[in-house]
């Protein structure tokens, strides 16, 4: 007669069975797994660079911190380039618009120089305003009808002290006067850094080509 054991152990091992198919139903469920592509997630997260379907980049450290660091950054030559020639520009452009109020901060701690004789025209941002109101002639638009255009920027950083070298060129138009350049010169500007911010300090004038300055200044140079 057969031994009942072969039966019982055939049942063990059956019984050993059900939990596997039981596990493969289960992974059967699940979605398969997916492999992360990181150069796509690159281009959708990347913080630094929020355009869409851009290729990964690696993020640019810089002074105006874009994120939070355990150490200070120390500005590089390039930015202090940057911001003192941002502030020429920012100059020209409130001289076009007269904006006197933003000239007179931009020239708080400037004086002004004429650079052929040496004397000074002005100095502190209030007194820079008060020359430039009384030789300088405002349209009735409310500005001085100028574009002044600053070129060929030289810039030499030292530290907290910098010097730029630039061209000047101012075209005028007005109700009278044709579109044309009507003054080209140099600025010998120095820029000091003060309480972290540069600003100009001295700006040396030189007109070296001189057009018809009738519509634009108050006197004949």
């Not at 139903?25 to 150069?39: E, G, K, M, N, V």
């Not at 008060?130 to 810039?155: E, L, Y």
Request: proline share 6%.
């Amino acid at each position: 007669m057969p031994s009942a054991e072969p039966s019982a152990a055939a049942s063990t091992i059956n019984a050993g069975k059900k939990p596997s198919r039981a596990k493969n139903a289960i992974s059967a469920a699940r979605p398969p797994t997916r492999s992360l592509d990181h150069s796509s997630m690159m281009s959708r997260t990347n913080r630094y660079d929020h355009r869409p379907n851009r290729p990964a980049t690696s993020p640019t450290r810089r002074c105006a911190l874009a994120r939070p660091t355990a150490q200070r950054v120390r500005c590089s030559p390039m930015d202090s380039v940057a911001a003192c020639t941002n502030v020429l520009f920012e100059i020209a452009e409130a001289m076009d618009a007269a904006a006197y109020d933003t000239l007179e901060s931009l020239l708080e701690h400037a004086a002004l120089v004429d650079g052929s004789s040496g004397s000074v025209l002005a100095e502190g941002g209030a007194a820079a305003v008060a020359h430039f109101r009384s030789i300088v002639k405002v349209h009735p638009d409310g500005t001085w009808r100028t574009k002044h255009v600053t070129t060929n920027p030289v810039v030499a950083v030292n530290d907290d002290e910098a010097t730029i070298r630039s061209m000047y060129t101012v075209f005028q138009q007005t109700e009278t006067l044709p579109m044309q350049a009507i003054i080209a010169g140099r600025y010998h500007d120095t820029f000091r850094r003060i309480d972290g911010t540069w600003r100009l300090v001295e700006r040396c004038y030189f007109a070296d080509l001189i057009g018809n300055l009738s519509d634009h200044l108050t006197f004949d140079l």
